[in-house]
């Protein structure tokens, strides 16, 4: 398989769903596949045609994590020159899908665990099939919360529960992670196209820019006061007045018709 296969990227009803590809191995996290995500999730939010992300797996599993034979292979070695810190919430390793300008929604189809787990975080939305499990990992390979998993997590499902997944590794299905706020679970059969649709309906329903700011404020507002989160809303809202979207969502209500957003900032 060529690095250009690791990652399949597809569109459809303004919806790009990019697959990690190695359905062999339960797509093992390499850098190779990192490198291969990375550039498909940018190429989304760089296209025109594009209002939605879903992330998934080929095959039965969303992503295993790391490899066995990687982790052995690790013991005693530093990490990588690109693995360096920077400065920036949104320029970690994986945040960087925080700044994204377009919903990205996590279609976690099978077994996820790790890494992979960790990526699922950074997603806004998280859909997981009724079938699929879950878990950490981390306490039973001798680590710790990689990739601010332990920051996440608790906001997510809340410290007890996160304290639970964490220190344990246990397999979670998808009825008891729904019931833990960590995704919403599907039933297996049409896992994927269920998760398309809804996106789909973001695609085509919301206005763009409304989306890409909301995504901001939720994101943006961990490190803000309630003043300053208030205050930046205020602003944005009469900045909202004077952009096509505003107009164009009274018209389509009123006119009772789909809507045609353009997404444009005002002028």
């Known amino acids: 398989m060529s690095d250009t296969d690791i990652v399949t990227y597809e569109v459809a009803n303004r919806v790009a769903t990019i697959s990690m590809n190695r359905p062999e191995e339960m797509n093992t996290w390499r850098p190779e596949m990192e490198e291969s995500l990375r550039a498909a999730i940018k190429r989304a939010d760089a296209d025109d045609a594009v209002r939605a992300i879903v992330l998934t797996g080929k095959g039965r599993a969303f992503c295993a994590g790391a490899s066995m034979q990687n982790l052995s292979k690790r013991a ?9 810190r920077v400065n920036g919430e949104f320029d970690q390793r994986y945040s960087y899908i925080f700044g994204i300008g377009k919903p990205v929604i996590a279609a976690i189809n099978g077994g996820v665990a790790g890494v992979g787990f960790c990526l699922t975080l950074y997603c806004d939305i998280r859909f997981m099939a009724e079938s699929a499990k879950l878990s950490t990992a981390f306490s039973q390979r001798g680590l710790v919360a990689e990739h601010a998993a332990a920051w996440l997590l608790p906001r997510l499902i809340g410290p007890m529960n996160a304290a639970d997944l964490l220190f344990s590794s246990r397999r979670v299905a998808g009825p008891e992670a729904d019931k833990l706020g960590y995704a919403r679970c599907l039933p297996d059969a049409g896992f994927l196209e269920a998760v398309q649709a809804y996106a789909g309906g973001l695609a085509n329903y919301s206005s763009p820019r409304s989306l890409r700011l909301m995504k901001q404020q939720i994101w943006e507002s961990q490190y803000q006061t309630l003043v300053e989160a208030t205050h930046k809303s205020e602003d944005q ?17 009123l006119e009772n018709r789909a809507p045609n957003f353009t997404g444009k900032d005002p002028a």
Do not use: Q, T
Not at 76 to 84: A, R
């Open 237 to 253: 809202i009469i900045e909202c007045r004077f952009s096509e979207d505003y107009k164009e969502g009274s018209a389509h209500y």
């Open 76 to 84: 005693g070695n530093v990490l990588p020159k690109s693995h360096e």
